[in-house]
Structure formats: C-alpha cells, structure tokens
C-alpha cells in the first residue's frame, strides 16, 4: 500500500485557543477517511493545513512522501473547502475556467466538459450559477475539485446546506469517486453519512482525535443494547447498581446500555429478572459509530 498523507502530531493554535490538538493518523492509497466531529472540532482547521492554506503551530506532514508543498496541492490534490463560494452572474463553465486558471490547468475545455457530466451539470452549464440551489453550487465545487483529475480529493462537509434529494445524489457522485480508486478525505459533522461513505474514520472533538481507524474495526468496539420496562424509574435506579454496564443512555422510556466486553443479552435478561424487574423490550443494536461516537463524546 502506498501512504498518500501522513501525519505527525499536528497542532493549531489561535492565540489561545486550541483548534486542534496532536493530531496523528496515515492514510493510504485508494482509502476514504472521514473527520467526524461536531462544529468546531477542527476538521477545517485540519484540511486547511494540509492543503497548505495556513500553518501548523507544531507537527508535520507529508505528501506523496515529501514535505514539500505549495505546487503538489494544485495539481495532485483537488478540494472543496468550507462552503464553495462562486461569481454569481458566471455560468458553470467560466467558474470552473477561473478554478482551473488558479489551479494552474491549462487546456481545460474538454476536462470542463467531463467533470461537469461527472456531477451532472452538463445541460445546466449555460445558467448563472447565482440561480443554482445549494446541492447545485456543491456539486459544481466538487466539478472544481476533479479537474485534472487528481488522485486525492478534499471535501470539506460536502453537503452541507442540501437538501434530501441533494445529498443522495453528491453521496453517490462521491461513492463513485471512491471505486474509481480516488484517495478521499471527507469532513463530517454527519455520523451517518461517514459510516455510508468511508472506509476509515477518525473522530475529533475539540480538537483532539477520539478515536481512529477503519471503520469495521471502530463499528466492533461496542456492545450495545436497548432496553424498556413498564416501570422505567425503576429499572433506571438498578442499572445504577448492575456491574454488567459500562454505561446507560436514557431516552424517555428507551434506555440504551453499553454492555461491558463478554456480556450478552441473556446475562442482561436474567440481572432484572433477578430483581424482579419485568422488560418489555430488550433489543440488541448493530453497534453503530454513531453509538460509539455518543460514548466517547461522554
Ligand atoms: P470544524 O470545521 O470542525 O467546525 P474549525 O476547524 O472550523 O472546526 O474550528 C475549530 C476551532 O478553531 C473552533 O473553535 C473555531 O472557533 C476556531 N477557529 C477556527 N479558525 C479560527 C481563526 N481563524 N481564528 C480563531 N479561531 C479559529
Ligand atoms: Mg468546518
């Protein structure tokens, strides 16, 4: 496997603030990493510098294997940072003729043409891009970013500010991506659109990486199961003492449990029953990231 990006305990600061925190992982040719963290995490901060925009406070990064930057980020690497912003009154092609100009493409008419077909603009070219909906701007960034067809691409929360129908389609333009051997790095406050996309995940929270890795391995850490009872006070007072816990959710009557590493659903059964406790629902959930991610957000 060839290693695309790699980096070496990374750290933002402004002023005082921490933006973001020792941040290390590596990624490799062909994977998909999704950042997943809620707003103000430090996912942009994080792409920004990687792509060169501003500079880290300490640590490193390499590229391709070299630490040289600069030309590499325009040619080998295509990105959508923060939300895209475009010349309202150009159409779809004279934006992607300025992105390409600072990208430093020449000769782009022909790839103009098929990254727009890529995204599905290629009979929307003519019309201002001031007229276009949210998933249509996004969708012309992400045209911006395949110019050139670079082997790493850069999203920064993709989808943000699109509707339902929009986000299916810019999920499967991405998924594509993705089987055409493209190197993604996408950022998300969304869990399920990182579970439905990436291969590999790493989760950040004020700055600081939580947890990492590919992502079946970070769906089979937890051990997760709801449960109800008619007398919900009740049963919320015993799992307050049962050992076989390492935690509970509350949601209205619902309660969500992770089970420590071993127990299984009968041991759970019998703990209530022992206590005289009747359940009236007792389900034991696909371990998801997003119940990983509410466990290690605390
Ligand atoms: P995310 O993209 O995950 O929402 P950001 O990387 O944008 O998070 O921000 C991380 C933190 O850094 C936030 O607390 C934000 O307010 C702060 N921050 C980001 N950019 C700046 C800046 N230019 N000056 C000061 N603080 C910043
Ligand atoms: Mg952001």
Redesign the pocket.
């Known amino acids: 496997m060839t290693s695309i990006l790699k980096v070496d305990h990374l750290t933002k600061r ?2 005082l ?1 921490k ?2 925190c020792d941040v290390s992982f590596e990624v490799f040719s062909g994977q998909a990493w999704g950042l997943l ?10 792409l920004s510098i990687l792509l060169g925009l501003i500079k880290a406070t300490t640590g490193k990064f390499q590229w391709f294997g070299s630490h040289q930057t600069g030309a590499i980020h325009r040619t080998k690497i295509g990105s959508l940072l923060e939300s895209p912003c475009f010349y309202p009154w150009l159409n779809a092609k004279q934006c992607l003729r300025m992105t390409a100009s600072i990208r430093g493409l020449e000769n782009v008419e022909k790839e103009i043409n098929r990254v727009l077909s890529i995204v599905g603009l290629q009979s929307e070219w003519q019309f201002r891009v001031g007229t276009f909906s949210q998933g249509m701007r996004q969708r012309l960034a992400i045209a911006g970013a395949l110019l050139g067809e670079p082997k790493v691409l850069i999203l ?1 929360e993709p989808t943000n500010g699109v509707d339902a129908m929009g986000i299916i389609e810019i999920r499967n333009l991405i998924k594509g991506l993705i089987s055409k051997g493209h190197t993604i790095l996408i ?1 998300s ?1 969304i869990l399920d659109e990182v579970e439905k996309i990436c291969s590999h995940v790493l989760v ?1 929270n004020k ?1 600081r990486i939580l947890d990492q890795g590919a992502i079946k391995d970070v769906l089979h850490t937890d051990n997760v199961m709801e449960i109800s009872s008619q007398d919900s006070d009740r049963l919320e007072k015993s799992l307050a003492t049962i050992h076989l816990i390492e935690k509970y959710k509350r949601d209205g009557e619902i309660f969500t449990l992770w089970l420590k590493e071993g127990v299984v659903s009968t041991d759970i059964n019998k703990e209530f029953s022992d206590k005289g406790i009747v359940l009236s629902h007792l389900e034991l959930k696909k371990s998801s990231l997003e119940n990983h991610f509410l466990k290690l957000l605390g």
Request: no cysteine; glycine share 24%; aromatic share 4%.
């Open positions: 402004f002023g603030k933006a973001v963290g809620p707003n103000g995490s430090g996912k942009t901060t994080t920064d950022s406050h950040l700055g």
